[in-house]
C-alpha cells in the first residue's frame, strides 16, 4: 500500500451531520424487525443464546435433581430422556455456536475498521432463521412432544418405528434450519475478514480474534452439510418412507453416525477455536504485552481446523470398525494435541513476560487454562483405542465434554463477557461481583465436574434417569448435584452484574482496559457508523504503537473518500484487496429492510409444513423461500 | 496507549493510494463459499451412495433395473454444453456485447430446462419407488436434489436475462451475470460426478 504522510490535520468531524447523513434507525418495532446494523444483530444474537443458556442450564439443574439420590421419582424416564435431549440440543445448537457468532457479528467488523458485515442483510437473515429455529424446538418443548432420542440422535433409536411421535422431527427439521442459519454467517464472515479491511491491515496484523473467526467460518462451510444431510435424511426416512437408515432395506444405522460426526468433532472445534480466539485477545491485554508466537497461534489454529476433520471416528471406536482405521483416527487424535499444545504455551509464555494485571476477564481466562488443561488431558485419555473402549457410555467421557464444553468454551465467553461487555453497552461490570461470580463459578464447576471422572470409573454409564443404591455413586452423585447448584449461583452473580451496571451506569469509556485492537477506537457503545473515519494501521497492535491513530484523507479517485467521514455521510465503506487490504472499490451499506425478517418466515412456514406434512403450508413456503432469491439476485448491484 | 476515538481531531492525516481493481466482487466471493458448502453436501450424498453400495451384496439392489443410459447421455451433453454459451456470454459482456449476452444466456437456459424436461421423464419411467430401498432412496435423493439446483439456477437466470432486457447490465456493470455464470458452472460440474457416480458407473463391468 502507498501511503503518504499529509500535513493536512485529522477534522473533526461534526456528529450531527454524520449522523444525518448516515440515516436514523426506525425506532421501536419496525426498526427492530427491519434493522440490518452488525452491532444490533450481534447484540441480540448474544442476548438471544444466553437466553437459550439460562433454560438449558435450568434443565440440567432440574436433572442433577433427579440423579442427586438413588431410585429418585422426581422426574419420569420419559421427561429425563426430553430433558438430557433438549439440554444437548440447546447447549450445542442454540446457546454455544451462535453466542460466538454474535461476538463475531458484534466485533468483527469494528476490530477490521469497517462500518458493517460484507452482506448485512443476510447477516439479519441468519440471525432470523437462528431465532426461529430456536422457537421451532421450543415449540416441540412447550407443546409436550420434545425431542428425547438425544442431541446426537441416533439411529435406529430415531427411526420412525422406535420413535414414532413427532418429537424427533422437531430436532431433524430444527438442525437444519440451524444449519442454514450458521453456514450463512460463516459465509458473511469469509468474505468481510478477506474484503473489508482497514488500509494497512495485512493478513499478518489481523486480531487473533479475527483469525479465530475465519477459521471457524471455514470449517463451518465444510463441516455443517454433513450435519444436515444426516438429519436431512433421517427426516426423509421418518416423513418420506425412504430406508438410508434402516438396514431390512439395505440402509444402514452406522452410515448415520459417519454423517453426524463428520460434522460433529469439528463442531467440537468450531466452539472451542474461537473461545481460544477470545483468550489470546484477553491475555496480551491483561499481561500488557503482545501475545507470545503470533504467528505459531494463528498456524495452529489453521493445523487444528485441518486435523479436526480426521478425528471423527474416534467417537465411535465402539462400533466395530477395522484396525486400521482406528489407528488411524487414534493417532490423528493424539496428534490434535500438538497445535493445542502450542496455543496453550504461548499463552504461558505471555504471562510470563508480561506483567499480569489480574481482572476479571483475566481471571476466566486463567481458570480456563486450568480446565482445557483437565479436558485435553481426559482427550488424550479417550483417544486411545484401550482405554475408550473401557470408558466409553460412561461418566467419564461426560466428564471430559463438559471440560471441555462447558469449561474450555462457556469460560472464555464468559471472560469475553467481562472484557467486552463495557464495549457494548457502554457501562463497566463490578469486578467485585465479577470476580466473586468467577470463583463460585470455578469452585462449582470442578467440584461439579471432577468426581464424574470418578463416577464413571465407578461403572456409572451415561443417559441413566436412576441408579440403584450401594454402588457406591451415592455420594458422589449428590456432591455433583449440589455443587452443580454452586456453579449456577455464580452464574446468576454475573447476571445480576449485567442488571446492576445498567442501573447503576458506570461509563467505560472508548478503552477501559487500554487494549490495542481497534475495536477501541470508537466510542463505548459504538456510533451506528461504527468509525467516523476508518483508521489507517501501520501495525498489528494500533492503539499501542500509533499515538494518536492516523486517518486517511480523502484522494482524487472514488474510493478513498470512504474512509473519511465523508463515507459515513454517503453511508459507504471500502472494500479492500483480499490479502494486503488495500482499498480497492467501494460499498454501499443497504438501508433497513424487511425482507431478511419474510424470507426466513417464509422458509419457517416451507418447514412447518414438512412437519405435519401439508402439502399447501410447504409449497407456500417454498414460494415464499424463492420470491426470496429472486428478490436477491435481483438486488444485487452491478 | 490512547484514550481517543478516530478520527482524533488534529491528529495524523496519510494518503492512502487505492489499488486497480483486481479480484472479483463481493458477491461472486459469497457464490463461491456457497458452492464451497454446496459442494460438501454433494460430497456426502455421493459418500453416502457408495457407502451404501460397499456394504451391499448387489447393486442396484433388489434387482432394480439398471439406470437408462442412452438418453440420460445425451441430455448430459446437452446440461455441460450449456455451460458453454454461458462462457461466451461472460466474455461478450467484458467486451460490452449485451445483444451477444442476450442470445447465449437464452440458449444456456433452453439447455438447462431441456435436461430438467429428460429428468422429470427419467423419474416417471423408473420402475422403482424411493421407498422400496436404500437404492431407490438414494437414486431419487441425489437426483432430485440435483434438479432442484437447476431449477434454481433456471430462476437465477431468468432474473438476470430480465435485467440485461432491462439494460441493467452494460460492460462496467455484469456482477450478476458473474454471480450467475459461477452458480451455472457449479450446477454443471456437479452432474458430471453424479452422472459418473449413479448412471454409469453401474454400467460398468458388466
Same mark, same amino acid.
Given at each position: 500500500?502507498?501511503?503518504?504522510?499529509d500535513?493536512?490535520?485529522?477534522?473533526?468531524?461534526?456528529?450531527?451531520?454524520?449522523?444525518?447523513?448516515?440515516g436514523?434507525?426506525?425506532?421501536?418495532?419496525?426498526?427492530?424487525?427491519?434493522?440490518?446494523?452488525?452491532?444490533?444483530?450481534?447484540?441480540?444474537?448474544?442476548?438471544t443464546?444466553?437466553?437459550?443458556?439460562?433454560?438449558?442450564?435450568?434443565?440440567?439443574?432440574?436433572?442433577?435433581?433427579?440423579?442427586?439420590?438413588?431410585?429418585?421419582?422426581?422426574?419420569?424416564?420419559?421427561?429425563?430422556?426430553?430433558?438430557?435431549?433438549?439440554?444437548?440440543?440447546?447447549m450445542?445448537?442454540?446457546?454455544?455456536t451462535?453466542?460466538?457468532?454474535?461476538?463475531g457479528?458484534?466485533?468483527?467488523?469494528?476490530?477490521?475498521?469497517?462500518?458493517?458485515?460484507?452482506f448485512?442483510?443476510?447477516?439479519a437473515?441468519?440471525?432470523?432463521?437462528f431465532?426461529?429455529s430456536?422457537?421451532?424446538?421450543?415449540a416441540?418443548? *412447550?407443546? /409436550?412432544h @420434545?425431542?428425547?432420542? +438425544?442431541?446426537?440422535?441416533?439411529?435406529?433409536? #430415531?427411526? &420412525?418405528?422406535?420413535s =414414532? !411421535?413427532?418429537n424427533?422431527?422437531?430436532?431433524?427439521?430444527?438442525?437444519? *434450519?440451524? /444449519?442454514? @442459519?450458521?453456514?450463512? +454467517?460463516?459465509?458473511?464472515?469469509?468474505?468481510? #475478514?478477506f &474484503?473489508?479491511r482497514? =488500509? !494497512?491491515?495485512?493478513?499478518?496484523?489481523?486480531?487473533i480474534?479475527?483469525?479465530?473467526?475465519?477459521?471457524?467460518?471455514?470449517?463451518?462451510?465444510f463441516?455443517?452439510?454433513?450435519? #444436515?444431510?444426516?438429519?436431512?435424511?433421517?427426516?426423509?426416512?421418518?416423513?418420506?418412507?425412504?430406508t438410508?437408515?434402516?438396514?431390512t432395506?439395505?440402509?444402514?444405522?452406522?452410515?448415520?453416525?459417519?454423517?453426524?460426526?463428520f460434522?460433529?468433532?469439528?463442531?467440537?472445534?468450531?466452539?472451542?477455536?474461537?473461545?481460544?480466539?477470545?483468550?489470546?485477545?484477553?491475555?496480551?491485554?491483561?499481561?500488557?504485552?503482545?501475545?507470545?508466537?503470533?504467528?505459531?497461534?494463528?498456524?495452529?489454529?489453521?493445523?487444528?481446523a485441518?486435523?479436526?476433520?480426521?478425528?471423527?471416528?474416534?467417537?465411535?471406536?465402539?462400533?466395530?470398525?477395522?484396525?486400521?482405521?482406528?489407528?488411524?483416527?487414534?493417532?490423528?487424535?493424539?496428534?490434535?494435541?500438538?497445535?493445542?499444545?502450542?496455543?496453550?504455551?504461548?499463552?504461558?509464555?505471555?504471562?510470563?513476560?508480561?506483567?499480569?494485571?489480574?481482572?476479571?476477564?483475566?481471571?476466566?481466562?486463567i481458570?480456563?487454562?486450568?480446565?482445557?488443561?483437565?479436558g485435553?488431558?481426559?482427550?488424550?485419555?479417550?483417544?486411545?483405542?484401550?482405554?475408550?473402549?473401557?470408558a466409553?457410555?460412561?461418566?467419564?467421557?461426560?466428564?471430559?465434554?463438559?471440560?471441555?464444553l462447558?469449561?474450555?468454551?462457556?469460560?472464555?465467553?464468559f471472560?469475553?463477557?467481562?472484557?467486552?461487555?463495557?464495549?457494548?453497552t457502554?457501562?463497566?461490570?463490578?469486578?467485585?461481583?465479577g470476580?466473586?461470580?468467577?470463583?463460585?463459578?470455578?469452585i462449582?464447576?470442578?467440584?461439579?465436574?471432577?468426581?464424574?471422572?470418578?463416577?464413571?470409573?465407578?461403572?456409572?454409564?451415561?443417559?441413566?434417569?436412576?441408579?440403584?443404591?450401594?454402588?457406591?455413586?451415592?455420594?458422589?452423585?449428590?456432591?455433583?448435584s449440589?455443587?452443580?447448584?454452586?456453579?449456577?449461583?455464580?452464574v446468576?452473580?454475573?447476571?445480576?452484574?449485567?442488571?446492576?451496571?445498567?442501573?447503576?451506569p458506570?461509563p467505560?469509556?472508548?478503552?477501559?482496559?487500554?487494549?490495542?485492537?481497534?475495536?477501541?477506537?470508537?466510542?463505548?457503545?459504538?456510533?451506528?457508523?461504527?468509525?467516523?473515519?476508518?483508521?489507517?494501521?501501520?501495525?498489528?497492535h494500533?492503539?499501542?504503537?500509533q499515538?494518536?491513530?492516523?486517518?486517511?484523507?480523502?484522494?482524487?479517485?472514488?474510493?478513498?473518500?470512504?474512509l473519511?467521514?465523508?463515507?459515513?455521510m454517503?453511508?459507504?465503506t471500502?472494500?479492500t484487496?483480499g490479502?494486503s487490504?488495500?482499498?480497492e472499490?467501494?460499498?454501499?451499506?443497504?438501508?433497513?429492510?424487511?425482507?431478511?425478517?419474510?424470507?426466513?418466515?417464509?422458509i419457517?412456514?416451507?418447514?412447518?409444513g414438512l412437519?405435519?406434512?401439508?402439502v399447501?403450508?410447504?409449497?407456500?413456503?417454498?414460494?415464499?423461500?424463492?420470491?426470496?432469491?429472486?428478490?436477491?439476485?435481483?438486488?444485487t448491484?452491478? | 496507549?490512547?484514550?481517543?476515538?478516530?478520527?482524533?481531531?488534529?491528529?495524523?492525516?496519510?494518503?492512502?493510494?487505492?489499488?486497480?481493481?483486481?479480484?472479483y466482487?463481493?458477491?461472486?466471493?459469497?457464490?463461491?463459499?456457497?458452492?464451497?458448502?454446496?459442494?460438501?453436501?454433494?460430497?456426502?450424498?455421493?459418500?453416502?451412495?457408495?457407502?451404501?453400495?460397499?456394504?451391499?451384496?448387489?447393486?442396484?439392489?433388489?434387482?432394480?433395473?439398471l439406470?437408462?443410459?442412452?438418453?440420460t447421455?445425451?441430455?448430459?451433453?446437452?446440461?455441460?454444453?450449456?455451460?458453454?454459451?454461458?462462457?461466451?456470454?461472460?466474455?461478450?459482456?467484458?467486451?460490452?456485447?449485451?445483444?451477444?449476452?442476450?442470445?447465449?444466456?437464452g440458449?444456456?437456459?433452453l439447455?438447462?430446462?431441456?435436461?430438467?424436461?429428460?429428468?422429470v421423464?427419467?423419474?416417471?419411467?423408473?420402475?422403482?419407488?424411493?421407498?422400496?430401498?436404500?437404492?431407490?432412496?438414494?437414486?431419487?435423493?441425489?437426483?432430485?436434489l440435483?434438479?432442484?439446483?437447476?431449477?434454481?439456477?433456471?430462476?437465477?437466470?431468468?432474473?438476470?436475462?430480465?435485467k440485461?432486457w432491462l439494460?441493467?447490465?452494460?460492460?462496467?456493470?455484469?456482477?450478476?451475470?458473474?454471480v450467475?455464470?459461477?452458480?451455472?458452472?457449479?450446477v454443471?460440474?456437479v452432474?458430471?460426478?453424479?452422472?459418473?457416480?449413479l448412471?454409469?458407473?453401474?454400467?460398468?463391468?458388466?
Open positions: 500500500m502507498a501511503v503518504t504522510d500535513p493536512a490535520l485529522a477534522p473533526a468531524p461534526d456528529p450531527h451531520e454524520l449522523q444525518e447523513g448516515w436514523e434507525e426506525a425506532p421501536g418495532i419496525p426498526g427492530f424487525f427491519s434493522t440490518v446494523d452488525h452491532k444490533r444483530i450481534g447484540k441480540r444474537y448474544i442476548y443464546s444466553f437466553l437459550f443458556f439460562f433454560f438449558a442450564g435450568i434443565v440440567a439443574l432440574i436433572m442433577r435433581i433427579q440423579l442427586a439420590r438413588p431410585e429418585n421419582h422426581f422426574l419420569s424416564p420419559t421427561t429425563y430422556n426430553e430433558f438430557f435431549t433438549m439440554h444437548g440440543t440447546t450445542i445448537f442454540l446457546f454455544n451462535p453466542v460466538l457468532a454474535g461476538f457479528n458484534y466485533f468483527v467488523p469494528l476490530m477490521l475498521g469497517t462500518r458493517d458485515m460484507a448485512p442483510r443476510m447477516n437473515f441468519s440471525y432470523w432463521i431465532l426461529l430456536g422457537a421451532f424446538i421450543f416441540a418443548f *412447550l407443546l /409436550g @420434545s425431542p428425547d432420542g +438425544g442431541w446426537f440422535a441416533y439411529t435406529p433409536l #430415531t427411526t &420412525k418405528a422406535f =414414532p !411421535g413427532i424427533m422431527d422437531f430436532w431433524g427439521l430444527g438442525v437444519v *434450519l440451524v /444449519g442454514i @442459519s450458521t453456514t450463512v +454467517g460463516a459465509i458473511n464472515f469469509i468474505v468481510t #475478514t &474484503k473489508m482497514a =488500509p !494497512g491491515m495485512t493478513l499478518n496484523r489481523m486480531p480474534f479475527v483469525w479465530s473467526m475465519l477459521v471457524f467460518s471455514f470449517m463451518a462451510i463441516a455443517v452439510p454433513a450435519v #444436515t444431510l444426516a438429519a436431512a435424511l433421517l427426516e426423509l426416512d421418518r416423513l418420506f418412507g425412504t438410508f437408515f434402516n438396514p432395506f439395505g440402509g444402514s444405522t452406522l452410515l448415520y453416525q459417519h454423517l453426524f460426526w460434522w460433529g468433532h469439528p463442531e467440537v472445534y468450531i466452539l472451542f477455536v474461537p473461545a481460544t480466539g477470545m483468550i489470546s485477545m484477553i491475555i496480551p491485554v491483561f499481561a500488557r504485552r503482545a501475545l507470545s508466537g503470533y504467528h505459531w497461534v494463528v498456524t495452529a489454529l489453521v493445523v487444528v485441518f486435523m479436526s476433520f480426521g478425528v471423527w471416528v474416534h467417537h465411535m471406536f465402539a462400533t466395530g470398525i477395522p484396525p486400521l482405521a482406528l489407528s488411524f483416527f487414534s493417532g490423528v487424535s493424539l496428534l490434535i494435541t500438538i497445535p493445542s499444545g502450542v496455543q496453550f504455551f504461548s499463552w504461558i509464555s505471555t504471562m510470563w513476560h508480561g506483567v499480569v494485571r489480574f481482572t476479571t476477564p483475566m481471571l476466566f481466562a481458570g480456563f487454562l486450568l480446565i482445557f488443561l483437565l485435553g488431558i481426559t482427550g488424550v485419555m479417550v483417544a486411545v483405542t484401550p482405554f475408550d473402549w473401557q466409553t457410555d460412561s461418566y467419564f467421557v461426560v466428564a471430559h465434554f463438559h471440560y471441555v462447558n469449561g474450555a468454551v462457556v469460560f472464555p465467553i471472560g469475553a463477557l467481562y472484557y467486552w461487555l463495557p464495549k457494548i457502554g457501562n463497566m461490570l463490578s469486578e467485585r461481583l470476580k466473586l461470580s468467577f470463583w463460585i463459578m470455578f462449582g464447576f470442578n467440584v461439579a465436574f471432577f468426581p464424574m471422572h470418578i463416577l464413571g470409573f465407578l461403572g456409572m454409564p451415561r443417559r441413566i434417569y436412576t441408579y440403584p443404591s450401594g454402588l457406591g455413586w451415592d455420594a458422589i452423585n449428590m456432591i455433583i449440589v455443587f452443580s447448584f454452586v456453579f449456577a449461583i455464580g446468576l452473580l454475573t447476571l445480576v452484574n449485567f442488571v446492576w451496571s445498567n442501573l447503576r458506570h467505560a469509556g472508548p478503552n477501559p482496559w487500554g487494549a490495542d485492537s481497534l475495536e477501541w477506537a470508537t466510542s463505548s457503545p459504538p456510533p451506528e457508523y461504527n468509525f467516523a473515519a476508518i483508521p489507517v494501521v501501520s501495525g498489528r494500533p492503539l499501542w504503537d499515538h494518536p491513530l492516523a486517518t486517511a484523507v480523502p484522494g482524487d479517485d472514488v474510493v478513498t473518500p470512504s473519511t467521514p465523508r463515507g459515513t454517503e453511508r459507504e471500502p472494500f484487496e490479502l487490504g488495500d482499498p472499490a467501494l460499498m454501499h451499506i443497504p438501508h433497513e429492510t424487511y425482507v431478511p425478517f419474510v424470507a426466513a418466515v417464509g419457517l412456514v416451507l418447514f412447518c412437519l405435519v406434512k401439508a399447501l403450508v410447504g409449497a407456500l413456503g417454498l414460494l415464499v423461500g424463492l420470491v426470496g432469491i429472486v428478490w436477491w439476485a435481483w438486488k448491484g452491478e | 496507549m490512547t484514550d481517543a476515538v478516530v478520527p482524533v481531531p488534529g491528529g495524523p492525516t496519510v494518503r492512502v493510494e487505492p489499488v486497480p481493481r483486481r479480484g466482487s463481493t458477491a461472486w466471493w459469497g457464490m463461491a463459499t456457497v458452492i464451497a458448502t454446496e459442494s460438501m453436501i454433494f460430497i456426502g450424498l455421493l459418500s453416502t451412495y457408495f457407502f451404501l453400495r460397499a456394504t451391499a451384496s448387489e447393486w442396484p439392489l433388489g434387482g432394480l433395473e439406470p437408462e443410459l442412452k438418453y447421455s445425451i441430455f448430459s451433453v446437452v446440461l455441460i454444453g450449456s455451460s458453454i454459451p454461458v462462457i461466451f456470454g461472460e466474455r461478450a459482456i467484458e467486451k460490452g456485447h449485451v445483444g451477444a449476452l442476450k442470445v447465449a444466456l440458449l444456456a437456459w439447455m438447462g430446462a431441456a435436461f430438467l424436461y429428460r429428468t421423464i427419467d423419474f416417471r419411467e423408473l420402475h422403482f419407488g424411493w421407498r422400496d430401498n436404500a437404492y431407490g432412496s438414494i437414486y431419487y435423493t441425489t437426483i432430485g440435483h434438479a432442484l439446483h437447476v431449477l434454481g439456477g433456471l430462476a437465477i437466470s431468468a432474473v438476470v436475462q430480465i440485461v439494460g441493467r447490465v452494460d460492460r462496467e456493470h455484469h456482477i450478476s451475470v458473474d450467475f455464470a459461477l452458480y451455472w458452472h457449479f454443471d460440474v452432474w458430471i460426478f453424479v452422472f459418473s457416480s448412471i454409469l458407473s453401474p454400467h460398468l463391468g458388466r
